[in-house]
């Protein structure tokens, strides 16, 4: 599926994430979505359209907002999974080759890296600890920064929504 293709209406939406158009508007008009100004407003009579890459993000806001996190710092979160350097690569993977278990790792509002696997003791090792040149930079003399890092994961929504997608039209 081209996860950059608007080809997806608000009946997709709803059956792929559970998410209603009059949310999803709420969310637009507030920020906490990345919409493009075509899709907030597309026009007197015309559907507004979504790519994969959008529900894959409004699944993993939904996501998040159910795990506990505030809707404006889901919706940043979210949409950080796809457009930092970091992230980027690796959250395309996961949603073309959806697998049930996505697990995002965030640390001060920001995230910090994205594992898929279903292998629960390699995801909690994944990252923990970031080394952090000391002195100047000096090579070999390092110090160890340690990170809050919380780690949820969004691969049952996505996953879902994916798969949903795929079905309806026809993939």
């Known amino acids: 599926m081209d996860l ?57 806001t939904n996501a998040f907002i159910a795990r506990g996190l505030s809707t404006a710092a ?20 996961a949603l073309d080759e959806p697998k049930p278990c996505v697990y995002v790792f965030v640390a001060d509002a920001d995230v910090v890296d994205v594992y898929t696997g279903n292998d629960a003791r390699a995801a909690l090792s994944h990252l923990t600890t970031l080394n952090e040149p000391a002195k100047g930079g000096v090579l070999g003399e390092a110090t160890t920064v340690q990170m809050n890092v919380s780690c949820f994961d969004v691969g049952p929504e996505v996953y879902r929504a994916m798969q949903t997608l795929k079905k309806r039209k026809g993939e």
């Open 74 to 93: 889901a919706g940043r979160i979210a949409l950080r999974l796809e457009r930092s350097r970091r992230t980027a690569e690796k959250w395309r993977k």
């Open 4 to 60: 950059d293709q608007s080809i997806f209406e608000n009946a997709d939406l709803l059956a792929a994430t559970g998410v209603s158009a009059t949310t999803i508007q709420t969310w637009a008009n507030r920020g906490i979505l990345a919409l493009s100004k075509k899709q907030q407003n597309p026009g007197g009579g015309a559907k507004r359209l979504y790519s994969g890459l959008d529900i894959a993000r409004i699944a993993a």
